[in-house]
Each structure stands twice: as C-alpha cells, then as structure tokens.
T-cell receptor, first 112, second 116 residues
Framework: AQTVTQSQPEMSVQEAETVTLSCTYDTSENNYYLFWYKQPPSRQMILVIRQEAYKQQNATENRFSVNFQKAAKSFSLKISDSQLGDTAMYFC?????????FGKGTTLSVSS | DTGVSQNPRHKITKRGQNVTFRCDPISEHNRLYWYRQTLGQGPEFLTYFQNEAQLEKSRLLSDRFSAERPKGSFSTLEIQRTEQGDSAMYLC??????????????FGPGTRLTVL
C-alpha cells in the first residue's frame, strides 16, 4: 500500500526565517507525482508546489522549494523568508494513479 | 474561471437523515473527485468521475453514499441514513486533463457536515 508520512505535527517559525517541513512516502511505483498543498485556517486547500518523480531537478516556486530524494523516498518542503500568510496546515500528497494520497499534515505557525 | 465551488458550506443534520452536497467544478475540467477529511487528518479519496462516468470508488464509500455527475458538469454526493461517524469535511476537486503528466487537482472550500 502507498503511504505518506509527515512526522512533524506542528512547527513554528518567525517571520523572515526559513523552515523545512518533512515528508516521506512508500511506494513500489516508479512513475508518480508529489505535491505540497496548503490549507489556511477555514480556507480551501491550494497547491503550493509539485514534483514529477522522473525529474531529478528539484521544483521551486518563488519562496517555496523542495528537496526530492527519490532513493530515500523523501520529499521535504523549504519555505524561505516566511510570512504571516504562510500560517496554515501543510499536506504532502502522492499520486501514482488517480487519487491523491495525503499525509496527516503539519501545522505551521509563523509569528512576528 | 471562478474555481471549484461547493454548496452548502455547512450542514447540520440529525442522525438518520439524508443529506446531499453539490460540487461545481472549474469549467471544462473533465475530472471530478470527492474526498473526505476528518479533524486532524489529511483528505481521503472517496470517488472520481471522468465526465459523467464514475470510474473508481474507495472502500470508504459505503452503500449509504452515492455520487452522481449526470451531465458531466456538476456533481452531487448523497449520504443516506447519516451516522455520527459521517461528520467530516467533504471536499470536491477537479482537474483538466488526466493525460497530462502534470494533471493537478484543484480543491473547493468543502462542505462541513455535522451529524448530531
């Protein structure tokens, strides 16, 4: 079975600092996609960044970047220059077929 | 493009009642998904549609649950004889083209169901 594990239930960071959220996954598939979604309090889930497993280059989107280690089945999210608006629940997700498989999430709090 | 919309946003019902939720996907998105999210957990897949065809159902989708997408546009999710364990956020997502390697699912705001 495919699983996604986020080992950090909660994290906190101060504005302008950098924080890294961890994610590991388990699969026997070779072709798959990985995602980080953000769910702000009482707001809908939005895509932060995605990574195709066949690509060796790590994806980046402005202040967000990933460290994708395929052999280790690790997919961490780095947020640089953290902002108050980054406060949210962050979900790591995996997709090999149709459905997204999510981890349990990491609650990130950014303080001033 | 107004994004994925869901109605109602909140629903409170008594155990044993039937409830129906609606999802309107992003225009021209041919895939539509339903997920369930309980407190403190990530979303779990329930079912998906390719146009009007329901192509996959999770084991989480018991016989009391039924989903439709009659004209390949909006979708409804009905829960019959609700139980307290059905209390959750029900999320809808849509995507444009499954043939694209970067097919991305865009989520709606969800319908929060509380069963008393």
């Amino acid at each position: 079975a495919q699983t996604v594990t986020q080992s950090q239930p909660e994290m906190s960071v101060q504005e302008a600092e950098t924080v890294t959220l961890s994610c590991t996954y388990d699969t026997s598939e070779n072709n798959y996609y990985l995602f980080w979604y953000k769910q702000p309090p009482s707001r809908q889930m939005i895509l932060v960044i995605r990574q195709e497993a066949y690509k060796q280059q790590n994806a980046t989107e402005n202040r967000f970047s990933v460290n994708f280690q395929k052999a280790a089945k690790s997919f961490s999210l780095k947020i640089s220059d953290s902002q108050l608006g980054d406060t949210a629940m962050y979900f790591c997700a995996f997709r090999a077929g149709t459905a997204l498989i999510f981890g349990k999430g990491t609650t990130l709090s950014v303080s001033s | 493009d107004t994004g994925v919309s869901q109605n109602p946003r909140h629903k409170i019902t008594k155990r044993g009642q039937n409830v129906t939720f609606r999802c309107d996907p992003i225009s021209e998105h041919n895939r539509l998904y339903w997920y369930r999210q309980t407190l403190g957990q990530g979303p779990e897949f329930l079912t998906y549609f390719q146009n009007e065809a329901q192509l996959e159902k999770s084991r989480l989708l018991s016989d009391r649950f039924s989903a439709e997408r009659p004209k390949g546009s909006f979708s409804t999710l009905e829960i019959q004889r609700t139980e307290q364990g059905d209390s959750a956020m029900y999320l809808c997502a849509s995507s444009l083209d499954y043939r694209a390697s970067t097919d991305t699912q865009y989520f709606g705001p969800g319908t929060r169901l509380t069963v008393l």
